[in-house]
């Protein structure tokens, strides 16, 4: 430790910290734009010069080291001189525009211009002009005018995106930030740089011009997209939600929230949104109906299927974005009618995935632990797409010296150095699992490892480290062997003393699975409801042509059975429900998440429902009552979620697999399909946010194969083919992507457009059209 004094008052702070360190220790504030305590020091914009005792001139706070004894001075007057004399120099280009700028009201050169700045100036020359820049969809760079050229945006990037998209060209008062030749900002967590943007240079093209910052009331609230659980702050106005930017939370998010997170409020406003309950006569024509009408006649139809049909012939289905409370109530509901038919993992395929494990599957370790581990195997993962704040901490782990591997189908781009990677062919995962666990026993019992042999390069990689994970993706865990692939990574954990974690796909997957939302004993899953179809299902949140692994044999199902849709947008339920009870999503109401950590993050709604939509505990708890079924008293969600969580819930988070790991089938003959779902298709809010549908991630799908297996079928880079499985046929075009195994064809899911092929691992035939 080192000892220094900061005007007046002594601090000790560790050796190597910066002065800047030293005074935010001290609560003391320094005037700074470039610095940011997440990024690199760049020391370029010298608004936090500070005068040193002993030193000839001021320095800057951010990048001078602290030494012992040293005594600071940072509002002396040589300091605020110093700090006066940059911030004129600061202003010379920079245009009047307050009034009409949208970071107006909350922007740093704003605030620290009236503290340092002059009540004029005296730069009287021409100010330079930067054009405009289309950067994208998503972020507007209209006024780079505005720009301080502090590279905060820059390094944000390099460092935390992975991904250099912006840089700086030019010299001296040419010098101007821009993207590469005609490219445009497509990183999953390019809204940060709005965020770390000091001034109006970057800013919410979505949400430009249409609010001020002053109008807006800002609540709290946590992500429903994925499985980190991000906190945010939800900026709101009137009846509508303007602007979602990050709350910090060291332990889960950071400071950062991924752009799925940011702009899918634009999801909420949508024209699609359900606003009063409907039901579809015997004509198939839908009209509007009461609340009290709407649920008498669900209830009296689910009464009328028991009393008829007999005891177990109703199911229910919800999304891995419906909350604790809900969950808990929809298993109440079925549960109480005489069913155990309850799913929530709607890509799930392995009917034997719960059987094969000992717990509630989730992360096994604190979030914040990835920064912390040597050796990572992430098996069956779109990380960057999957888990985006995921593979930002695996991607600072890596600069510190973390070795990280892949075991996957996709052969995506992580942003970070790989130690080494296998793509294999989905069906493939297992058979590869179980090479890697042998040869870990081999090189156990001393043999030693061919470098030539990439599964044995990985078991000598893995086997070197002291604090290791194997973390299994959403490919993996949505699989057919899902039991299997699990089983064969617990053997590869238990041979390096590994922790065995699931990386969990949705914002609540570990809540639904303590809500008690999947089939008991004699209870059917999805996959087994596919085989033996019920004659009434509840169905909460899903839009089941794009939610489920196969969606058009789902949605059939649906069609043929009585089906309440408990559901935020009309269109998700049109074809195949036949009562519309509309729900409010996230924002609209009370819950909890329970994210990959097992972290219970409860929130309140931010704004009332649209039109006559309601919070769906309280519809299924009304639905409960008139049905008479007990145990659907709570007047409040917080009694639904204390009941679902009392008694020490982490206790039941376990991820031991009791399955015995099994040889694996035969590899198919023929063609395999590689299914990914793009980022900004994941879940129904955000498929209706119009910014991030624009965004390249969200592009038509297309056949993706390597150059050796589009060369057996004799097909050229932009061909159009014929895909087709035992679902359905589509037309699509071909594009080359060597990083794929042989055999295998890219063909994302969660799009109309591929909806016909049904299941994400499916068998495909293709010929050129």
Known sequence: MVELTIDGKPVSVPEGSMVMHAAQELGVYVPHFCYHKKLSIAASCRMCLVEVEKAPKALPACATPVTQGMVVHTCSAKAIAAQKAVMEFLLINHPLDCPICDQGGECQLQDLSVGYGQSESRYKEEKRVVFHKDVGPLISAEEMSRCIHCTRCVRFGQEVGGIMELGMVGRGEHAEI???????????????????????????????????????????????????GSNLVVQVKGDNVMRVVPFENEEVNECWI????????????SEDRLQTPMIKGDDNVWREASWNDALTAAAQTLGRINETQGIGQIGALATEYATVEELALLGRLVRGLGSEHI?????????????????????????????NLDRVLVVGSSLRKDHPLFAQRLRQAAKQGTQIVFIDSFGDNPLFPLAARLTVAPSQLAATLARLGNALAAQKEGAQADEKDPVQKIAAILASGSNSAVLLGNTAVSAPDAANIAAHAQVVANGIN??????????????????????????????????????????????????????????????NAFSIALTPYKSAALDWARIMLPVAPFTETSGTFVNAE???????????????????????????????????????????????????????????????????AVAPVGLERV???????????????????QSPASAAPRARMN??????????????????SASGEVTLDVQQDDTLANNTVRISHAFEQTAALGSAFAQLTVERV
């Open 258 to 269: 991924t752009d799925k997170d940011r702009w899918s409020y634009e999801g909420l406003n």
């Open 343 to 371: 799913d929530f993992r709607l890509r799930q395929n392995d009917a034997n995935f719960e059987a094969a494990l000992n717990g509630v599957p989730w992360l096994g370790m604190p979030i914040a632990e990835l920064n």
């Open 598 to 664: 097992g972290r219970a993050q409860s929130f309140k709604g931010v704004v009332a429902g649209k039109g006559q939509s309601r919070p769906g505990w309280k519809v299924l708890r009304v639905l409960g009552n008139i049905l008479k079924l007990s145990d659907f008293e709570d007047e409040t969600s917080e009694t639904i979620r204390d009941a679902v969580l009392q008694n020490g819930y982490i206790s039941r988070l376990d991820n031991k697999v009791v399955a015995a790991p099994k040889a694996s």
């Open 707 to 724: 150059a050796e297996t589009m060369g057996a079928l004799a097909l050229l880079d932009g061909n159009q083919v014929k895909v087709k």
């Open 675 to 693: 299914a990914d779902v793009p980022i900004y298709r994941t879940d129904a809010i955000v498929r209706r946010a119009e910014s991030l549908q």
């Open 178 to 228: 821009t993207t590469f030749v005609g490219k445009s900002i497509e990183s999953e967590l390019s809204g940060n740089m709005i965020d770390v943007c000091p001034v109006g240079a970057l800013t919410s093209r979505p949400f430009r011009y249409t609010a001020r910052t002053w109008e807006l009331a800002r609540r709290r609230s946590v992500s429903p997209h994925d499985s980190v």
């Open 498 to 559: 590994a922790k065995l974690g699931f990386l969990t796909a949705g914002a609540n997957t570990v809540g639904g699975y303590l809500a008690g939302a999947v089939a008991k004993e004699n209870g059917m899953n999805l996959p087994k409801m596919l085989q033996n179809p019920l004659k009434a299902f509840i169905v909460l949140h899903a839009e089941p042509k794009l939610d489920c692994d196969n969606g058009v044999k789902a949605q059939e199902m649906l069609a």
